[in-house]
């Protein structure tokens, strides 16, 4: 149950270098575009962006076989980039219209991909937790050989229904990882202001459930425990929970003045610890780029974004009568 430390030669290829690159960087250049369309007017409700906090989904994903399935709260567009799902038809979701995976009914917090195992999107919190450890019963009861990553955040895990969640999971050996995105803040609320212990992840201890903190800012740290993890569920022995540090740079939601953090605190994050910045030194030190690749992998990215941008703002409105679709009545 140590701590990782991130590795100064990592055994990586370049070619997985720059795919975590490119992937981090779609999640980075989308959250800022979603974050501009809220700020035209075009996104309407709850936006919870995930901007600094891309080596944690992208490490995991990285662990991930096809098949596995994954769960998350409502700072969700991360995770759902992440797993492969269309950046236009999440966009599109974001600005309520009729191309967004949910037809625009939705919203930010309210999508899913059957294709994916995406199980959404949850706005209540720590509601996804007991999911996630259902999903996984389900893996189990077919013995399929399949995981559940099921993330929820630091304020969550002081949820009761997370320790029922555990104590089922551990009693049935479900495969499931319990995925603890640790950003220190629960809203306006830091860590050591509401919760009893400095690492989250020891609780697990209670019911049997092993587990440790992970260096959520270096991707490859991620990455490197994600496969610790998975392959304790994936021989039966049960639920597994990564303690994640990582640190969002934006408000808690669109509507949040930031005033219990200092600049300075975000900023210094920002200038020793950022994911994305780690992976681009590996990359150039490592001769496994050249600032002019790096460039054109901008250039695609950021084409990618404005093609999602444009789709979400052509596509349609739903029409009225999508009000008495998929509803439950
Ligand atoms: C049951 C419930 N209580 C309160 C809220 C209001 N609320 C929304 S997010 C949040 C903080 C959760 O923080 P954390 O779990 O650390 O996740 P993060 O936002 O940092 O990703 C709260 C209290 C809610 N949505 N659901
Ligand atoms: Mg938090």
């Not at 974050?35 to 309407?44: E, F, K, N, R, V």
């Not at 995930?50 to 596995?68: F, R, S």
């Not at 210094?268 to 002019?292: F, S």
Request: hydrophobic share 35%; glycine share 12%; charged share 25%.
């Amino acid at each position: 149950m140590a701590t990782r430390k991130s590795s100064k030669k990592p055994n990586v290829s370049a070619d997985e270098l720059k795919h975590y690159y490119r992937e981090m960087l779609l999640i980075r250049r989308f959250e800022e575009k979603a974050g501009q369309l809220y700020g035209m007017g075009l996104i309407g409700g709850f936006c919870h962006l995930y901007i600094g906090q891309e080596a944690v989904v992208v490490g995991l994903e990285a662990a991930a076989e096809e098949g596995d399935k994954r769960i998350t709260s409502y700072r969700d567009h991360g995770h759902m980039l992440a797993c492969g799902m269309d950046p236009g038809g999440v966009m599109a979701e974001l600005t309520g219209r009729t191309g967004g995976y949910s037809k625009g009914k939705g919203g930010s917090m309210h999508m899913f991909s059957k294709e994916k195992h995406f199980y959404g999107g949850h706005g209540i919190v720590g509601a996804q937790v007991p999911l996630g450890a259902g999903l996984a019963f389900a893996d189990r009861y077919k013995d399929n050989g399949r995981v559940t990553f099921t993330y929820f955040g630091d304020g969550a895990a002081n949820q009761g229904q997370v320790y029922e969640t555990f104590n089922m999971a551990a009693l049935w050996s479900l495969p499931v990882v319990f995925v603890i995105e640790n950003n220190q803040y629960a809203m306006g609320t830091a860590q050591a202001r509401s919760t009893s212990t400095k690492d989250i992840y020891h609780r697990g201890e209670a019911f049997g459930i092993p587990g440790e903190i992970v260096d959520g800012m270096n991707v490859l740290a991620v990455k490197e425990a994600g496969e610790k993890a998975v392959a304790h569920c994936r021989a039966g022995k049960g639920p597994y929970i990564l303690e994640v540090k990582t640190y969002r740079y934006r408000g808690h939601s669109m509507s949040d003045p930031a005033k219990y953090r200092t600049r300075e605190e975000v900023q210094k994050m920002r200038e020793q610890h950022d994911p994305i910045e780690q992976v681009r030194e590996m990359l150039l030190t490592g001769n496994h780029a050249t600032e002019d690749d790096l460039k054109a992998i901008d250039k695609e990215i950021k084409d990618v974004v404005n093609k999602a941008a444009d789709f979400s703002k052509d596509s349609p409105e739903p029409s009225v009568e999508e009000l008495w679709t998929d509803i439950y009545a």
